[in-house]
């Protein structure tokens, strides 16, 4: 279990004059510390390189800072202390003076003891610079993690590198400046909600764990899907890819705990150590199993949306994949001959994220005949489905077959469902950065990513990455607000996958 929080913490956020450190972090560190979950001794220092004040930086956070679930004038009070506890010091990521000074000025407000959190909130290809500069500003840097008091933790944002190589590379680079005992990799989709639910819906409900493998599971799809285009972020996601964004973690690791072994214990390492086993056990990713896209122009809620090749920044013959579908084959005793089907796209007609476990109907088909005389002629029954909807709306919902009330015998599809909004009325489901900040504080590293975790997702999409790089294949139109490339679905049959 997690250790009590410190009593002191100086919060040391570079790269926060941008976009994931104003709309994400700050407002997290907000809602922790106006919720009285940080110690009552927590500060807060912004570094970049642009020309901000004290003043300018907080007035920046200031209409971000949300908490009006809180009662009477409390969030009001609670947001102008934590502003006052806001500073900044502008900075480039390679000089160690200027973060020396930083250091310095914390260490004259606070003292020496104050425990450090730094967070790497700048692009991937500042990651080495900014540690090594670390290395030559903080002499806390190495230090044994386990024994280091106060101690030193620091976060570090997706994406991890380009393939396996790049992964290492700076794995090891971060290695020479910190212990891994000293390392968060973020991946904010593990802090969710409904996410974090998954092993309490496994494990501790005796009615799934018996039906949860190959016996009685046909399939299962992971599902993520976003209705908006790039955001000003073309000069990131065009050299990534979906594959790089969001397949290779977010969907990897929900697929991690969906097909995952019980772990020993809740412990940080045996719940690793089950996630990278299983990782192992998928087979590396090739052409044949897989479907790209890319959005053009199309229509949505009424509204036009420029085709990805005619976003500002993307180069007009950029091949780059903004959809991708894959069936994944897991082969362990419990998985094999299931296919895992993963799916991500964005400009695509709703925005969802969903994990279904779909099971084999029954062996003898009873009812089949009572459903034709409702009316769905030749139609199977549907098969259960288990439903897990991280979002919007979280909810999970059991499809099940029933009869219709009255006197005819018609046989419908209802769900056993639970839906968080109405389940927990007035209880805050609060953003996945507020829960895992609060778990860097605590010294809980069972949500982010290990080293051995991290090779091991890169090696299922490592071939793939790097055949795509080979070749000149085009990813399949598909217009701005659709369900994605046609190809999908024929994926999914080829694999006796038919209504995904
Ligand atoms: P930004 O592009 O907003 O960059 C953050 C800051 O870094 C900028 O404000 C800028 O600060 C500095 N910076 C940007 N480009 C350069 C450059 N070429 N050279 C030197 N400094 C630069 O990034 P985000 O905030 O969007 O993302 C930060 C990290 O978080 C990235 O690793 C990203 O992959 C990850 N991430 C972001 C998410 C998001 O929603 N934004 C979601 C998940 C992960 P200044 O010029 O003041 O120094
Ligand atoms: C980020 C990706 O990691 O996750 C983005 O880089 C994506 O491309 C975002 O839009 C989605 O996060 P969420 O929490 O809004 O679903």
């Given amino acids: 279990m997690p250790a009590s929080p410190p009593d002191s913490i100086a919060f040391i956020i570079a790269g926060a004059s941008g976009d994931l450190a104003t709309r994400k972090v700050m407002p997290a560190l907000f809602a922790l510390h106006a919720r009285g979950l940080l110690p009552a001794e927590s500060h807060f220092y912004g570094y970049a390189r642009s020309a901000l004040t004290d003043q300018t930086f907080r007035a920046r956070l200031q209409d971000l800072l949300q908490c009006e679930d809180l009662p009477g004038d409390a969030c009001d009070v609670s947001r102008r202390d934590f502003l006052e506890r806001c500073h900044y010091e502008a900075g480039d990521y390679d000089d160690a003076a200027a973060m020396s000074r930083l250091l310095q000025r914390i260490a004259a407000a606070h003292g020496a003891n104050v425990h450090r959190l730094y967070y790497l909130a700048v692009p991937p290809s500042l990651f080495a610079t900014l540690a090594a500069t670390l290395r030559m500003a903080d002499s806390r840097c190495g230090a044994d993690a386990r024994t280091a008091a106060p101690w030193l933790r620091v976060v570090i944002e997706k994406p991890f590198g380009r393939d396996r190589a790049t992964s290492d590379e700076l794995t090891a680079a971060l290695l020479r400046v910190f212990n891994e005992e000293q390392i968060y990799r973020i991946d904010h989709y593990l802090g969710k909600e409904a996410v974090q639910n998954l092993m309490v819906l496994r494990f501790a409900n005796t009615v799934f764990e018996p039906l949860w493998n190959r016996n009685y599971v046909r399939h299962v799809h992971i599902e993520w899907a976003e209705d908006l285009s790039l ?219 290990r080293g051995d975790e991290l090779e091991a997702a890169w090696d299922i999409f490592t071939p793939l990455l790097h055949d795509l790089d080979a070749t000149s294949d085009e990813p399949s139109p598909y217009a701005f607000g659709s369900r994605g490339p046609e190809a999908r679905d024929l994926l999914a049959r080829r694999f006796g996958i038919e209504d995904a």
């Fill in 231 to 449: 955001a000003g972020r073309a000069g990131y996601f065009d050299g990534a890819g979906i594959l790089r964004d969001v397949v290779q973690n977010h969907l990897t690791q929900m697929l991690a705990l969906v097909a995952m072994e019980c772990p020993w214990s809740l412990d940080a390492k045996h719940i690793r150590d089950e996630k990278v086993r299983l990782l192992r056990q998928v087979a590396p990713l090739t052409r044949d199993r897989v479907v790209l896209g890319q959005y053009t122009a199309g229509i949505l809620a009424g509204h036009s949306w420029t085709g990805y090749r005619d976003e500002p920044g993307v180069p007009p013959a950029s091949r780059t994949a903004t959809y991708a579908a894959a069936v994944l084959e897991v082969r362990s005793p419990r998985w094999r001959g299931v296919p895992f089907l993963i799916s991500a796209g964005k400009g695509l007609d709703c925005r969802r994220t969903e994990i279904r476990i779909h099971f084999k109907g029954p062996e003898h088909d009873l009812f089949r005949q009572a459903l034709l005389s409702s009316g769905v002629a030749g139609a199977p029954l549907p098969d259960n489905e288990l439903v897990i909807r991280v979002q919007p709306d979280e909810q999970i919902y059991l499809r099940i077959a029933g009869k219709t009330p009255g006197l005819e015998f018609h046989l419908d599809t209802p769900k056993l469902d639970l839906i968080y909004r109405e389940a927990y009325a007035g209880k805050r489901i609060g953003d996945a950065y507020e829960n895992l900040l609060l778990d860097v504080v605590r010294g809980d590293r069972s949500l982010f990513i």
